[in-house]
């Protein structure tokens, strides 16, 4: 690299020390079906129920001539009535008003985080939420962003108590508390006390200016009725929006 542009240069510095630290992600062959995976985000693995790819082959069969492609953003000319048909299928099966197919639950959770809360209001998260909500807390526009103790009601309680008293429009609904949580914490294994955090927020702002969003990539199919998750399990439908 000696005789490379000083750009290069600096960028396989940085990468030389990510090695020596044991920090530096690279891409490794996939093993074989036989070994016992340990790592998969696959829990269930539905990725290898042939009951599901045969389902897969006959709903595309059922479409005809169809599109290889969106062809572009949603917000051009990349909508069309399958893609809303499914997600009105998969608001009622998760108890929701509504749904959006994202690229990947990584993105959903940036761009939700991102997009919903305006300025002036405050995102609260449970200090061990996966990677892609503290990415979306980082591009968000909200003026405070606490985290609380892992899945403790008394943290955070005292964290919507501070908010509450340091500042008069929390208590007064002018403006909005986001409380990011998960139900199913994919490194712990453990459950979010979803009913108490709920019970709690309403407590300290009847008004509804504290709301949840709660990302169920890792209860999907394990809670719920037929595995439709924490939020449809713990709590009444109209007390929540789920992501």
Avoid at 205 to 222: K, L, M, T, W
Wanted: glycine share 6%; charged share 25%; net charge negative.
């Amino acid at each position: 690299m000696r005789h490379q542009p000083a750009f290069y240069r600096r960028l396989e510095q940085t990468m030389d020390i990510s090695r020596k630290e044991n920090g530096l992600m690279t891409v490794k062959p996939r093993w074989s079906d036989a070994v016992m995976d340990l790592t998969t985000s696959d829990f269930l693995s539905l990725n290898r129920t042939g009951q599901i790819r045969e389902g897969f082959w006959s709903e595309l069969a059922r479409q005809g001539e169809f599109r290889l492609s969106a062809s572009g953003s949603r917000v051009q000319y990349g909508n069309y009535d399958y893609l809303l048909e499914t997600e009105k299928q998969l608001a009622s099966f998760h108890g929701a008003e509504t749904a959006w197919i994202a690229h990947s639950a990584f993105l959903i959770n940036v761009g939700v985080l991102e997009a919903i809360p305006l300025p002036g209001d405050a995102l609260i998260y449970d200090e061990l939420s996966h990677a892609s909500t503290m990415q979306g807390i980082k591009l968000s526009v909200a003026a405070r962003k606490i985290p609380f103790k892992h899945n403790s009601v008394d943290s955070l309680r005292e964290v919507l108590e501070s908010l509450k008293d340091s500042r008069s429009a929390f208590a007064e609904a002018k403006q909005s508390i986001l409380i990011c949580v998960e139900s199913i914490y994919s490194m712990e294994g453990d459950i979010c006390p979803l009913e108490e955090f709920v019970d709690l927020s309403k407590e300290l702002f009847p008004d509804g200016n504290a709301q949840f969003i709660v990302d169920e990539a890792h209860s999907s199919g394990v809670l719920g009725d037929r595995g439709s998750g924490l939020v449809r399990l713990r709590t009444p439908a109209e007390s929540l929006r789920r992501d």
